[in-house]
């Protein structure tokens, strides 16, 4: 078989969802890719996702499952509800979308991903009732994070979100709905800050990291030693010191898992590919989101689950892309001898004025800071791996 037809065969059927069942959110987040990037294809959408849609993305999931040969015992997938605010859908929709999907997979597994601002007591035991796990986006300490997260007048979130984990923290139920935080990193925010904020103030165990969406038309900050390699270097050796095999920052162990040997379908390291196809309000079948960040419209097809399957998305330019990863890499991580590792980094972090992903990630030289250092520390630790046994 050719590379071609091995690539698609690692990664189908897709597996990955996400539902955006509400197309506005009640924060103003200045790096937001949804709202502050120049793309407001978001105007066009309707507020809410019909149960309509709903059904139709559902029956389309499950002929794409019967199209690729799974099984009554292979039929698995992951659906994150998305938005926007997710939560601003309402407990009744939320209720009433996770009803429908069941009815046709059986074995979905789901998770939101919410700022924090409407979560309470009974929206937690609305989506514990319905086997939902619930992430916060949290980028930190107050005053860092309500600069970076405001609600449209101003105010801070900080409070609101804070006081989300705190509450899934608070008992043994919370913990197991818990999927963690999730943070944008800004070096303005000393690595120590961060990583005490989350083990010593919330004594969270499970936190991940993203690195901002950049790209080559809107670069992130440069240095010498490259600015967020340095950053995430000093991030990782905090982990590292604790040394608690409980501890899980996934943007780390997902990178220790590829160094080590493992096979990790990932959309951001390696060369094993983790397609995602994202569910509009309207039915919209797109690529993942954060490629609006790149260019406005880009993530736009003429496909919608109320006329087209699911495979017709993988006509779509960046689909292939990443269902493709070894035909859309520069030359220059094709000859670099980090690519098993980085893969070329996360595909939107590639994207040129020109219109091309054919370049090296905007975050290149962080990377192979990183990298390198990661390396060094994985070979002079004797005890290191039995951290992830």
Not at 323 to 340: G, Y
Request: aromatic share 10%.
């Amino acid at each position: 078989m050719g590379e071609q037809a091995l690539e698609h065969n690692c990664s189908l059927p897709i597996r990955n969802f996400v539902f955006k069942v509400a197309s506005r959110c009640n924060l103003a987040c200045g790096y937001c890719y949804m709202y502050r990037k120049g793309d407001d294809s978001y105007r066009d959408q309707p507020f809410f996702m019909d149960p309509r849609v709903v059904r139709a993305a559902a029956n389309r999931i499950g002929e794409h499952l019967d199209k690729h040969g799974c099984s009554d015992r292979d039929r698995e997938i992951w659906i994150s509800i998305h938005g926007g605010e997710p939560l601003l859908y309402g407990k009744e929709r939320i209720e009433d979308f996770v009803s429908i999907v069941r009815e046709v997979l059986i074995d979905a597994r789901f998770s939101i991903l919410t700022n924090g601002s409407l979560l309470d007591k009974d929206w937690l035991t609305h989506l514990r009732m319905l086997n939902v796990h619930v992430g916060v986006s949290l980028d930190g300490p107050k005053n860092h994070h309500d600069l970076a997260r405001p609600y449209p007048s101003g105010v801070g979130s900080h409070e609101s979100a804070e006081r989300a984990v705190k509450l899934m923290m608070s008992t043994p139920e919370g913990q197991a709905q818990f999927s963690g935080t999730l943070s944008v990193l800004d070096p303005a925010l000393p690595a120590e800050e961060l990583y005490a904020y989350f083990r010593k103030e919330l004594r969270l165990f499970d936190f991940d990291i993203l690195l901002p969406d950049h790209h080559h038309c809107d670069p992130p900050i440069a240095g010498d030693p490259p600015v967020y390699g340095q950053y995430l270097t000093q991030l990782f050796d905090l982990w590292m010191e604790e040394g608690n095999p409980q501890v899980r920052i996934g943007f780390f162990e997902d990178l220790l898992g590829i160094m080590m040997g493992k096979v990790i379908p990932h959309a951001f390291w390696g060369l094993q590919p983790l397609p995602v196809v994202v569910v509009e309000t309207d039915g919209g079948l797109e690529p993942p989101d954060y490629f609006k960040s790149c260019a406005p419209g880009i993530t736009k097809t003429r496909f919608n689950v109320l006329r087209n399957t699911i495979d017709c998305v993988m006509q779509n330019p960046i689909v292939d892309m990443i269902l493709k990863p070894r035909q859309n890499l520069s030359q220059t991580c094709r000859n670099c001898v980090w690519l098993d590792q980085c893969g070329g980094g996360l595909l939107s972090h590639r994207y040129s004025l020109q219109g091309e992903f054919r370049n090296p990630s905007v975050y290149c030289a962080d990377l192979i800071y990183l990298m390198e250092h990661v390396y060094e520390v994985l070979c002079s630790s004797a005890s290191f791996a039995a951290l992830f046994d």
